[in-house]
Every structure is written in C-alpha cells, then in structure tokens.
C-alpha cells in the first residue's frame, strides 16, 4: 500500500505555523516515515502534479488570487486541513476587515494601490470546504499531530469547545485575574493544553471564541476586575475581526 500524499500550502500568513511544523524534529521524522511528502515549500522546492490525499494549509484568503489557488488545491484534494489562526479563523489578518478595502490599498501600496487586488479576509472554510480544523497562533504541536492522525485514519476530531480556563484549571495555573492581568481564557476555545499561560503569557484568543461562553460569569469577572467590555472586544480583535467581534459585542451585552 503506498502511503498518502501530503502537501502543505500557505497563503496570506506570517507562515510560522509551517515553521512550527519543519521544527518538529524528530516527531517530523516520525511522520514523514508514513507518509510520501510532495509539496512543502518551507523544507523542499519539489512538486507534485497529481491528487493530494491531505493538503494542509495556512493562510487566510485575501486576493481573487488567492481565491483561485485555493479553488484548485481543494478541487486536487481528497481532505483539506486548516491550520493556524489565519487559515481557521481570519486570524490577525482580519483586523484590514476593520477599514475599507480603497484605505488598506493605499496605506500599503501608496501610490501603486492601483495595481493590486484586494477582498476582505477570510478563513479557508467561508471560500471551499474544509475537513479538518488545528487552531491557534502557532499551532500546538500535540493537537496538529492528533488532527493528522486522525485525517490519515479517516477519523473525525473534535475541537474542544470548552474555555481555555479549564485546561488552566487541571493544570493548576494560578489565574492571571488574581494577578491583576487581563486574560482571554474566560471565552477562548481550548485545544492549547493552555500552552501560553502554561510558559508565563495571557491567552490572547488565538483560538477563537467557545461557541457557548459563560456569559454571566465573565461579566462577574469584569465586574469584579473592573474591566471594560470594549478592551476585551478590542483585544479579541487581533485575531477575531472575521467572525467572532459581533458574537462577542452581541452576546456579552445581552
């Protein structure tokens, strides 16, 4: 039996979450020795011109290009994976949502804003389908991992769709509330093990917000911290202008 294609693409993104993956080390190695890897641009120029059994690709989708390319890739593909925040969610990107399309060109280009297309970001999944999700900004190594394996095995993954604050819990993090330290975990989507608080950092939303977040008890948490809504509005706008701003302006104020 030969083993599956793979191939990894990138579109509008820092492509740190392709870094991330190159820098596996030796879990790479074990990957690579069941599956044949044909297209990676970070660790090889190699192309492939056939069907890819997974393509796994970053980026957010930002250009008619870009529209087009991914067209193609998910036309060549038997399952696509999204990773990293840009790819699932918009991710940083997202905030040019935030002005007019004619502003950002000519901020960017100056005087050639003319000659480049632009659109509004979008993740993968709001242009073709996608059948698998890795969140996060970069992504947590173990949960890509797990996400492939289930991909190769023809198995679903289920993100988790709890807070952030849970993982915090059972890893018994002190919470950066006591602290006097704004955090996102409270509505952010789990699936990190809390790998930022975990190593000293806030949690800064990367991976979206829960579907179903505990609103009562983070407005006691603002209340209680005397904590603003629109500071947390404004920092879930670094990754989340795409989807997520109106869901959390709308649901907390209810």
Known sequence: MKPPKVAFFDFTCCEGCQ?????????????????????????????????????????????????????????????????????TIGGINGI?????????????????AQLFETLPTRPLHEVVEVDYFVHGCPVYPP???????????GLPYHVPDVAVCVECKFNENV?????????????????CNSWCI????????????????NEKGFQEVLKQYN????FIVKRMDMYNTCRLKQNLQGGIQK
């Not at 529209?67 to 696509?80: D, P």
């Not at 949960?143 to 095995?153: D, I, T």
């Not at 919470?175 to 699936?191: M, S, W």
């Open 175 to 191: 919470c950066f509330y006591e602290k006097g330290i704004t955090c996102l975990g409270p509505i952010t989507r789990a699936g």
């Open 96 to 112: 040019k949502n935030n002005f007019s399309l004619e502003e950002i060109k000519k901020y960017v280009y100056g005087d050639s």
């Open 19 to 87: 870094l991330q993956v190159a820098n596996f080390g030796e879990s790479l190695l074990s990957i690579l020795e069941i599956i044949d890897l044909v297209e990676f641009r970070e660790v090889m120029s190699e192309k492939w011109d056939g069907v890819y059994d997974i393509a796994i690709v970053e980026g957010s989708i930002t250009t008619p290009h870009d529209v087009e390319r991914i067209t193609k890739i998910r036309q060549r593909s038997k399952t696509l994976i999204a990773y990293g925040s840009c790819a």
């Open 227 to 230: 904590i603003d809504l629109n």
């Open 198 to 213: 975990n190593n000293g950092n806030i949690c800064y939303g990367c991976r979206g917000m829960v579907s179903n977040p």
């Open 143 to 153: 949960e890509f991992v797990e996400v492939l394996k289930c991909a190769l095995s």
